[in-house]
Each structure stands twice: as structure tokens, then as C-alpha cells.
């Protein structure tokens, strides 16, 4: 079974969690906290290979950081 979207999403901000200080959001947030890094989807294909679990999605991976923590990246 093919994984979906939010669990692509979830399992991308799991691997950036394990980075000490940095926050990681599966939604774009109202205030995001730097340093964080924000995963969205931005665009996908279904049924490349009819119905076999082939489909395709991008993501856009977006890192925001501040002056203050520039040392830390």
C-alpha cells in the first residue's frame, strides 16, 4: 500500500525533529518559530501506473532561521 500525503508528511518532519532546536511543521503555520522547516506539498500525480500505487507528489522542504540562531544551522 502506497504511503499518503500525511504520512510522507509525517514521517519528513520525524527525520527533522531528531535535529536538536529545530522545529518542524507538516502545516504552514500562522507564526512559524525559527529555526524550523516547514514541509508542504506543492504538487502530485495520480494513477501514473494505472491504479498500481504509482503516483508521484512533491514537496516543497522551506528552512527559516533567524539572525540570533545563524551559529547553531
Known amino acids: 500500500m502506497p504511503s499518503s500525503i500525511t504520512q510522507v508528511r509525517n ?3 520525524a ?3 531528531n535535529i536538536p532546536g529545530l522545529a ?3 502545516t504552514v ?3 512559524p518559530v525559527a529555526p524550523c522547516v516547514i514541509i508542504k506539498p506543492v504538487s502530485g500525480q495520480f494513477d501514473e501506473t ?3 500505487g504509482g503516483d508521484t507528489f512533491n514537496y ?3 528552512l527559516l532561521r533567524s539572525e ?3 551559529s547553531e544551522l
Open 11 to 13: 514521517g519528513l518532519a
Open 24 to 26: 518542524a511543521y507538516v
Open 60 to 62: 516543497d522542504v522551506l
Open 50 to 52: 494505472i491504479a498500481s
Open 15 to 17: 527525520v527533522f525533529a
Open 29 to 31: 503555520p500562522t507564526t
Open 68 to 70: 540570533e540562531h545563524t
